[in-house]
């Protein structure tokens, strides 16, 4: 292949990448600057909601294991009644 080959059919693959983007935007009625600040917000509101759900998550796991009781004063007790007997 000749070297202008090259680049047009270099030119053809990116043109065919950028296509999706490109139309999903138009076809929305936005820009491209406007799809991609979109997208940015919709990206950062899923990881705030993630957190959340995350912190949640830990702060319950935390509730439980104040709830547990010491493995240790249970032995303790254990040892001392026994040796009452």
């Known amino acids: 292949m ?3 080959n090259i680049m047009d059919h270099e030119f053809k693959i990116q043109t065919l990448k950028a296509t999706p983007a490109v ?4 076809y929305a009625g ?3 600057n ?4 979109l997208l940015t917000g919709i990206y950062i509101a899923i ?3 993630y ?3 995350k912190w949640r998550k830990e702060a319950n796991s ?14 303790n007790h254990r040892s001392r009644e026994h040796e009452a007997e």
Do not use: C, M, Y
């Open 2 to 4: 000749s070297g202008k």
């Open 23 to 26: 139309v999903g935007t138009a």
């Open 30 to 32: 936005l820009t491209l």
């Open 34 to 37: 406007e799809g991609v600040a």
């Open 47 to 49: 990881q705030i909601a």
């Open 51 to 53: 957190l959340i759900w």
């Open 62 to 75: 935390f509730k439980l294991l104040e709830h547990r009781p010491n493995l240790d004063q249970s032995r």
